[in-house]
């Protein structure tokens, strides 16, 4: 009996981009940084995060990224810190192994055992790239930096890369099977597409002190720690779960965070609370809901301060 085949799915399963195609990918690497201690150099600033391109080899042509300010205020610069991007790829189905948690120096066994999967490297010299000046005063809140091929102040990135034409992602290695799926369905991490390609970025603070700190502390009614959402097998077929509210003190939220952010709890141990769905005032947003119970007073971040928009092409 003949098989029946989507003719159209497999012609995007095994999509190549053609010669002169462009892509833009938009990359929010997910940072568990400690507001307890700042960066140092050499430190670990983001651990591996992985991302989609359409399937086929491809040369970076430009980037730009926004930086988080430290509470809200970029124009003090604290922010304004050197830092490397690695780029990888998995190999056999293997993601790249971990280069450690944020805010922990490099270590030179970990980085050897990830060098099989750079395909890329890029240093970003802030201070030059940075697009503030004459725009502090409408940028207040991060700063911006740009690469691309008329940049008189810097060379275009012209970084090629490929990775494995695979519609899966294998992570454990880096965290437990039951975490990985729980964030691809959480939308923390990207789902594989057919037609697709999974790369990776991580980043090395170059220069000490960057300070991903907010200064919102939470504020719930009568001192109230956030409570964890309850997922029950009814509740975790839909997305948002279970929109919640969180009170905050201190900076103005609306200075801070944006729809998209994912934000956490600062301290030695970050962790997870949920993906900002609206922000309403200045003490109060919302959340798609609640992944993890946060005590009272405990400093709310952004796990999510820089975002990357690499211009591809094919």
């Not at 730009?64 to 780029?87: P, V």
């Not at 280069?99 to 750079?118: F, K, W």
């Amino acid at each position: 009996m003949p098989i029946l085949v989507d003719v159209a799915l497999k012609k995007e399963k095994n999509k190549i981009m053609i010669k002169g195609s462009k892509h833009l990918a938009i990359v929010k690497p997910i940072i568990k940084h400690r507001v307890d201690q700042a960066y140092t150099a050499y430190d670990v600033l983001f651990d591996w995060h992985p991302f989609q391109l359409p399937r086929g080899g491809c040369r970076i042509k430009s980037l730009h990224a926004t930086i988080a300010g430290t509470n809200g205020d970029a124009t003090s610069q604290e922010n304004q810190k050197d830092f490397s991007i690695l780029l990888g790829k998995s190999i056999g189905g293997i993601a790249p192994p971990s280069l450690g948690s944020a805010n922990s120096a490099v270590a030179d066994v970990l980085m050897t055992a990830a060098r099989p999967h750079i395909v890329g490297h890029k240093f970003l010299d802030v201070s030059v790239l940075d697009q503030g000046g004459a725009n502090d005063a409408i940028f207040k809140g991060y700063r911006m930096i740009d690469i691309n091929a008329q940049d008189a102040d810097y060379d275009e990135i012209a970084i090629f890369i490929d990775g494995e034409p695979s519609d899966y992602i294998d992570r454990t290695n880096m965290e437990s099977a039951t975490v990985w799926k729980r964030n691809k369905w959480q939308g923390l991490i990207p789902d594989p597409i057919a037609g697709y390609q999974t790369m990776w970025i991580a980043g090395v603070a170059v220069e000490a002190a960057a300070d991903f700190g907010t200064g919102m502390a939470l504020n719930m009614a009568a001192g109230a720690n956030l409570a964890a959402t309850t997922i029950s097998a009814t509740t975790s077929m839909h997305y948002p779960v279970s929109e919640t509210t969180v009170t905050i003190t201190g900076t103005d939220a609306t200075k801070v965070l944006a729809v998209g952010d994912v934000v956490g709890s600062g301290g030695a141990t970050a962790s997870v609370i949920g993906k900002v769905t609206e922000v309403v005032d200045a003490d109060n947003f919302k959340v798609d809901y609640v992944r993890e119970t946060v005590a009272h007073t405990t400093e709310i971040v952004n796990l999510t301060p820089i975002t990357f928009n690499f211009g591809v092409e094919y």
